[in-house]
């Protein structure tokens, strides 16, 4: 019998390949179920126009109770509320998760905050974070949002 996160991934899946294939291209490392990169890019008229990105979800037995860690891999966009190692300040990812969540909403909402960006710029306190953060992943802060677009 699968496990209510292995059903629920599975129907993840099925709505990004149903309704989303023009935005994002989803893919698991190693087949394994409990680890996505999904691919996208930059909003058309946006800061980040045809810009490629990348997120990594790693998704826990607890999935969708709990919410996945979500990072940008690669080079992240540059962003007040995305740090240089990939961590994203999104508070659906954290404090305001809730089960009706879905990756797509995920990623809807990451592009979303990406196509709202009036200026490229990191986080005020970007290189003191990502030192703090070495070999910790994002679920390990506690997170403060400082604005309603993070």
């Not at 891999?73 to 300040?89: A, L, R, T, V």
């Not at 404090?95 to 710029?121: G, N, P």
Request: hydrophobic share 35%; with cysteine; charged share 25%.
């Amino acid at each position: 019998m699968q496990s209510r996160m292995a059903k629920r991934l599975q129907k993840d899946l099925e709505q990004m390949q149903k309704s989303y294939t023009d935005q994002f291209n989803v893919r698991m490392p190693n087949n394994d179920i409990k680890h996505w990169i999904v691919a996208f890019e930059g909003a058309k008229g946006t800061l980040y126009q045809g810009e490629k990105f990348e997120l990594q979800f790693k998704f826990s037995n607890e999935y969708p109770i709990e919410s996945p860690e979500v990072i940008f891999i690669g080079k992240p966009p540059e962003h007040e509320h995305i740090y240089s190692n990939g961590f994203i300040c999104l508070s659906i990812l954290f404090d305001e998760w809730s089960a009706a969540l879905t990756v797509s909403s995920i990623c809807l909402s990451i592009q979303s905050m990406l196509s709202s960006a009036t200026k490229k710029m990191k986080p005020p306190n970007d290189a003191e974070f990502v030192k703090r953060a070495a070999g910790r992943g994002p679920k390990s802060f506690l997170w403060s949002y400082h604005d309603e677009k993070c």
